[in-house]
């Protein structure tokens, strides 16, 4: 079990990273958006799916926002 303490650093993101992070939140709007068009009956706990996606592009959008950019020099 992974437990926060206040001695949590932030560490800095590469730029590499901040585009590979960046993609995956296209990447989740792009599933998010193609499984709009589906009558969500037909999948399994599809409110959970759902619900999965938005926590997921909440905490990379987070990520993106709090952690600052490492200098690649």
Not at 17 to 44: G, H, N
Request: hydrophobic share 35%.
């Amino acid at each position: 079990m992974w437990i926060r303490t206040a001695a949590h650093q932030i560490m800095s993101l590469t730029n590499v990273e901040r585009e590979k992070i960046t993609d995956s939140v296209l990447k989740i709007q792009s599933v998010r958006a193609s499984l709009e068009d589906i009558d969500e009956t037909k999948i399994p706990d599809y409110g959970e799916i759902e619900g999965c996606l938005t926590v997921v592009d909440k905490n990379l959008r987070l990520a993106l926002r709090q952690v600052p950019r490492k200098n690649d020099t």
